[in-house]
């Protein structure tokens, strides 16, 4: 990126890696530095939370709050009815509107961790778009609105064209989604001024068809910004792990999974993701990023409490760490250990270790797992265990326990919430 920014929000954009593309850097910038912007990245409620693909915008609007701007968060409710096929194999199953309200509610527990909402002029604000798709008249919509697009530009698209080369269906419902998602920027620009829409890069297209129907419909001049898709180094999609979806809401993954996540970020990942996901000063996030060796899990522990911090709370990530250390550093192994995640249902009145080892896959039968125990080759939490009978039960597992079959294989048993 040779651009020079003026401001300090594309400064920020830039030198911390968030940015893939802009629509008009300079005058983007020059609005930025003449007052106060109000931005907006849209979210579609198919969730009670968002996960954490979905932090990198949402530090993008932390970040424009936090240099004097206004964050608009859109909730979807109205294009979740639709679903947006960006790149995806299939349609999206059809939520409720009672489904999307909950879904809503959750993500909205989830920005107030990130951002002030308030009255003030650089307050965030959650929006809902069905306030204004709900009340569409089709044929008005299709005569004001639909007028303006081109189909030919419209199946250019790669998101479009990527599902016709692999000659899967695409329906009606949702190719409508990209005007939809247009129509969004023309309101919210009609009615809270919004200069700056943001989104993944593969949401250009629609951005781009966004700042298009705004100029013709109302000749007002508005700008679109690009993040890069995020992949770890190893090509994996961010925001999954082998046992799921990351999300950011502590009742769907527990904070100290969550710090956890983290901790177990790969050695080259590292200087990146504390520019992303952090606050820290640029020149904190090389250093960390450029240690080597054991040194680098130093680096991993901090990007783990800098992120539960934000997400979850400075208790959160305190109480994660020393989960971590009690668990793992007295035994001396490493923390990237198969999981094995209980709810309170599965734990019922108690649950035996003989059963917590076979379903660790520490042992391939009940049989094997008692045979272990008697011959002082199972420990739990790096005691031996003796009594093949020993029931736990869910006050035992408020803390995750480590168990282990002999010096080299072992494995973390957790409650979620």
């Known amino acids: 990126m040779t651009y020079h920014a003026k401001s300090d929000f594309m400064r920020v954009m830039i030198e911390r890696g968030f940015l893939a593309d802009c629509t008009d850097y300079q005058a983007l910038d020059e609005a930025l530095v003449k007052g106060v912007v109000p931005a907006y990245i849209g979210f579609d409620a198919t969730a009670k939370s968002l996960h954490v693909g979905s932090l990198i915008q949402i530090m993008m609007l932390r970040w424009l709050q936090k240099t004097g701007h206004k964050p608009i968060v859109l909730m979807g409710g109205g294009t979740t009815k639709v679903g947006d096929p960006s790149f995806r194999a299939d349609e999206r199953p059809l939520l409720t ?3 999307i309200d909950a879904n809503i509610a959750g993500i909205k527990a989830v920005f107030t961790k ?7 002029p650089t307050d965030a604000i959650m929006v809902n778009n069905a306030e204004w798709l709900d009340a569409l008249n089709y044929l008005d919509f299709l005569r004001d609105i639909g007028r303006h697009f081109s189909v030919n530009r419209m199946l250019s698209f790669e998101s479009v064209k990527s ?4 000659e899967q269906s695409l329906s009606f419902l949702e190719f409508n989604y990209m005007i939809l998602q247009a129509y969004d920027f023309l309101e919210l620009n009609r009615r809270y001024g919004c200069l700056l829409q943001m989104g993944g ?3 250009w297209g629609n951005i781009v068809n ?3 129907l705004t100029r013709r419909v109302l000749d007002n001049e508005i700008y679109g910004l690009t993040s890069p898709l995020l992949t770890t180094s190893d090509g994996k999609k961010m925001g999954k ?3 799921g979806a990351v999300w950011l809401n502590p009742e769907m993954r527990s904070p100290y999974e969550f ?3 983290w901790r177990n970020t790969t050695d080259a990942d590292v200087g990146r993701f504390l520019k992303l996901y952090t606050e820290l000063p640029i020149e904190e996030c090389e250093r960390l990023g450029s240690l080597e060796g054991s040194d680098i899990n130093a680096a991993k522990i901090r990007l783990a409490n800098e992120v539960t911090t934000l997400a979850h709370g400075a208790d959160a990530a305190k109480a994660a760490e020393a989960t971590a250390h009690e668990v793992f550093e007295k035994g001396g192994v490493g923390d990237d250990l198969p999981t094995l995640d209980l709810t309170a249902a599965d734990i019922g009145d108690g649950i035996s270790v003989v059963q917590l080892i076979v379903r660790s896959g520490l042992a391939k039968s009940g049989k094997e797992a008692k045979r272990l125990i008697m011959e002082s080759g199972a420990k739990m939490n790096d005691d031996p265990l003796t009594d093949a009978g020993l029931i736990l039960t869910t006050s035992d597992l408020i803390n995750p326990i480590k168990l282990s079959a002999g010096k080299k294989r072992h494995a973390l048993v957790t409650l979620k919430a």
């Open 241 to 243: 792990s082998q046992d």
């Open 210 to 212: 966004g700042i298009d």
């Open 97 to 99: 509107p009672a489904e």
């Open 201 to 203: 890069s593969d949401q």
């Open 259 to 261: 710090w956890q996540f």
């Open 114 to 120: 990130y951002v002030s909402f308030g009255d003030t």
């Open 163 to 166: 599902r016709l080369d692999r």
